[in-house]
């Protein structure tokens, strides 16, 4: 790729600064014209560059030529390839207008062609006569290419060649200065970072300055003043071209940067409040030995992230900057007249070879932002995947250690309640059977009190989200029990849904509140009916609300104040239910209620 690049460069370099664009083929140019500055001077060869006579007077002139004309219908045109300066062509004695982009007043050291078509009826059959009058000025003082006149099909085909390197590819470079320093400036603002963008932005804003004239009306003075004004820009240039070199290179600056640009705010002051004679004095010091010896820094750190390091980045940009400085030789060879015949100054198009490598390599440095991005993306789902596997595993484990945990729980649950309850009443049985007083009927009271508390614990066990069938159950004991007492049993059912997360231990704990609260009554109230209505509380959550009534004639002081209600009360407190007793001369009321919903990870405790 780098030598590709290389020989892109190298081509692009020598087909500019030789010049290698066609000229007419089948045409003879005018190889001399008549000069006159006032009075006649005699015949001068073209082309004719006034800097290589230091003699003539800097005024206008009048270059002057006889041409036969054969006849007959071809289309006919004047073609000047190149001149320096302001020019107007007359044919036999009538101005011809340019028949180009522009008129052909353009500004001075554009060095662009002249075309323009003549009417068939302005030619004379043999003798025409033709004039062109140069107004000399700017850089280059005053210059005048071979003179061609011939049929426009086979002009046409040079002066497009030359009209594009003048005119069309100056624009071109401009616009894409523009829009590239546009698009950097986006980029470093979005990514304050990535300070080369910044100092490349500024670099393509400066160096625009150049193609200024491309867009100005056609005056030399302005010309002029622009082209003054392009010593300080060269200044500013090479100095931001330093803080973007070490930028590029992810390099800090030994100085601070408002040092290094302390001298081209300076050189911009004198600019425009001093004297063109101060100025340019001060520029022949001062501001042109400190640009050369930026530019000579530029290039040595160029040079070594080039070669050193072997960056492609730097080593392609170093290509197209060689390619450039080769231009701007060519260049100072012809202000310094040592290539007469030439007066086409690439400063204007130079960055036609920095410009695709500064996109390239912006490009580049974008695509390689977003495919370290990617990379962090990725990087970051299969982290986050494999934190997601863990914490699954993790989960999965702690749901087992949960399940066993629960399952150890219901195990010591049965076992207590087995050695609280059913074995405190069979211990009483035995004690019962072996004393010398023993009664049958107390002792089977007790052992059918021990059988049922037995089945309820084995009923629990069943319960699973559903309640309706341990409810089912308990309904038949109730009324048993309550019928040996001469009590009916009032029943409201209602359809109860599901209650998630509902375990054995919560809904034995719902029994004995409901079995402690039906014995109560049976034994202790007096009463003749036994009402118990279920429902549901529409509350934030909701809850299923049981209630046992009574008609009897309520607790006394020992029943309101025994263990028998403070566990009611605490095993209520265990499964996240509420229990309210309410005991007057008319009967007692019992009202628990309990969540439909529990959490999986929340267990009710037994007590």
């Not at 560059?49 to 036969?68: C, K, L, M, Q």
């Not at 060649?161 to 624009?171: H, T």
């Not at 072996?434 to 002792?443: F, G, L, M, Y």
Request: proline residues 5%.
């Amino acid at each position: 790729m780098l030598a590709l690049w290389g020989l892109a460069v190298a081509v692009v370099t020598v087909f500019l600064a030789f010049e290698l664009l066609p000229l007419p083929k089948g045409v003879a140019p005018l190889k001399a014209m008549a000069l006159s500055q006032g009075t006649p001077e005699g015949e001068v060869s073209l082309p004719d560059n006034w800097r290589s006579h230091p003699e003539r007077p800097v005024t206008t002139g009048i270059y002057s030529a006889r041409f036969d004309h054969p006849g007959g219908g071809a289309k006919w045109a004047v073609y000047i390839p190149s001149y320096s300066g302001q020019i107007e062509v007359a044919l036999n004695g009538v101005e011809l207008t340019s028949g180009g982009f522009i008129s052909g007043e353009l500004g001075a050291d554009q060095g662009a062609p002249f075309y323009a078509p003549i009417s068939p009826s302005a030619l004379e059959p043999h003798d025409n006569s033709l004039e062109i009058t140069l107004h000399p000025g700017g850089l280059l003082t005053g210059f005048l290419s071979q003179v061609y006149i011939g049929p426009s099909a086979l002009i046409r085909t040079s002066f497009d060649w030359y009209y594009f390197r003048a005119v069309l590819l100056p624009l071109l470079v401009v616009f894409w200065q523009i829009l590239l320093a546009a698009l950097l400036f986006l980029l470093w603002y979005s990514r304050r970072s990535e300070r080369a963008a910044l100092y490349c932005t500024a670099l393509l804003l400066l160096s625009s300055v150049h193609g200024i004239p491309v867009f100005l009306p056609s005056s030399l003075a302005l010309t002029e003043t622009v082209a003054k004004l392009g010593y300080v820009t060269n200044l500013w240039l090479s100095v931001v071209s330093l803080l973007f070199i070490y930028a590029f290179t992810d390099r800090r600056l030994p100085v601070r940067a408002g040092i290094l640009l302390l001298l081209p705010a300076l050189a911009t002051l004198a600019f425009a409040l001093l004297p063109r004679e101060i100025f340019r004095y001060i520029d022949l010091i001062a501001v042109v030995p400190f640009s050369l010896v930026m530019t000579a820094w530029v290039f040595f750190m160029l040079v070594r992230s080039a070669v050193w390091e072997r960056r492609w980045d730097s080593t392609i940009l170093l290509l197209s900057v060689i390619g450039a400085v080769v231009l701007a030789l060519h260049d100072t060879l012809i202000i310094a007249n040592l290539l007469p015949d030439s007066n086409f100054l690439h400063f204007r198009i130079v960055y036609i070879l920095i410009l695709p490598a500064l996109s390239v390599i912006f490009l580049q440095r974008l695509i390689d932002s977003m495919n370290r991005v990617d990379s962090l993306a990725n990087t970051l789902e299969d982290r986050i995947e494999q934190k997601e596997l863990q914490l699954r595993e993790t989960f999965e484990q702690r749901q087992v250690l949960e399940g066993r945990q629960a399952l150890n729980e219901e195990r010591q649950r049965i076992m207590r309640d087995v050695h609280d309850g059913l074995g405190g009443q069979l211990m009483s049985i035995i004690a019962m059977a072996t004393s010398n007083e023993a009664k049958p009927d107390a002792i089977e009271s007790s052992a059918r009190a021990a059988l049922e508390d037995l089945r309820t614990m084995i009923n629990s066990l069943g319960a699973e989200d559903d309640i309706t069938g341990i409810l089912g159950t308990f309904r038949e004991r109730a009324e048993q029990q309550l019928a040996l007492q001469g009590i009916e049993l009032d029943w409201n059912m209602i359809e109860i849904p599901p209650i998630e997360g509902l375990t054995p231990s919560a809904a034995l704990n719902v029994m004995r509140i409901m079995q402690e609260a039906v014995t109560n009554a049976a034994k202790h109230s007096g009463a003749d009916k036994v009402t118990i209505r279920f429902s549901l509380l529409p509350r934030i959550q909701e809850m299923l609300n049981i209630e046992i009534e009574d008609n009897g004639c309520g607790l006394d002081q020992a029943s309101a104040t025994g263990h028998g209600l403070k566990n009611m009360v605490a095993r209520a407190q265990a499964i996240r239910g509420d229990i309210e007793i309410e005991s007057t001369g008319a009967g007692t009321l019992v009202s628990l209620s309990i969540p439909t919903k529990y959490e999986t990870h929340a267990r009710a405790r037994s007590i």
